[in-house]
T-cell receptor, first 111, second 115 residues
Framework: QKEVEQNSGPLSVPEGAIASLNCTYS??????FFWYRQYSGKSPELIMS????GDKEDGRFTAQLNKASQYVSLLIRDSQPSDSATYLCAVRVDSSYKLIFGSGTRLLVRP | DAGVIQSPRHEVTEMGQEVTLRCKPI?????LFWYRQTMMRGLELLIY????????DSGMPEDRFSAKMPNASFSTLKIQPSEPRDSAVYFC?????????????FGSGTQLSVL
């Protein structure tokens, strides 16, 4: 079974700070990486995807990928209370279309 | 499009009963996924279909679970007989083919409680 691991948190940051969320994966053949956000009682929604080593920025969000270290992260700049949610890391396995999720990190942004 | 539609939103049943969960994917999406989410195990992939054909069912817990996709606009996940450990939120998701966008669109989920 392929594994995607995340710290369950909660990660608590003050409003306006940078939140850093981390994820490691075990399958070296993984090619596609995603961050989903899930509010309590709601379904997950995609916020970022990344396929190549390095950084990818979209507004306040930056995804970082290091395939050699099998590590992917999500930075949220200028964190807002509305960012409080669980962030799920997901990895597409090999050449299949199986998307494996981590257990998620709960983020709390304090006003 | 109304998005991925799941029914029912909530299901409460007794152990041993049959449970059927339903899903209507977004029109034009080639892939359909069934996930189960619990606090202990997170979001687990149960099975996925491509063009109505089951591709990988290795996540289906046991023979009590079965899934079908008789046409492009409808899928079911059946549990027979149900057990208390099946209690979870079951999500259906659909997407376009890889290369056309890998974003999964999730339904609102079915909260299943087996007493």
């Amino acid at each position: 079974q392929k594994e995607v691991e995340q710290n369950s948190g909660p990660l608590s940051v003050p409003e306006g700070a940078i939140a850093s969320l981390n994820c490691t994966y075990s399958d070296r053949g993984s090619q596609s990486f995603f961050w989903y956000r899930q509010y309590s009682g709601k379904s997950p929604e995609l916020i970022m995807s990344i396929y190549s080593n390095g950084d990818k920025e979209d507004g306040r969000f930056t995804a970082q990928l290091n395939k050699a270290s099998q590590y992917v992260s999500l930075l949220i700049r200028d964190s807002q209370p509305s960012d409080s949610a669980t962030y799920l890391c997901a990895v597409r396995v090999d050449s299949s279309y199986k998307l494996i999720f981590g257990s998620g990190t709960r983020l709390l942004v304090r006003p | 499009d109304a998005g991925v539609i799941q029914s029912p939103r909530h299901e409460v049943t007794e152990m041993g009963q049959e449970v059927t969960l339903r899903c209507k994917p977004i029109s034009g999406h080639d892939y359909l996924f069934w996930y189960r989410q619990t606090m202990m195990r997170g979001l687990e992939l149960l099975i996925y279909f491509n063009n109505n054909v089951p591709i990988d069912d290795s996540g289906m817990p046991e023979d009590r679970f079965s899934a079908k996709m008789p046409n492009a606009s409808f899928s079911t996940l059946k549990i027979q007989p149900s057990e208390p450990r099946d209690s979870a939120v079951y999500f259906c998701a659909s997407s376009l083919a890889p290369g056309l966008g890998e974003k999964l669109f999730f339904g609102s989920g079915t909260q299943l409680s087996v007493l």
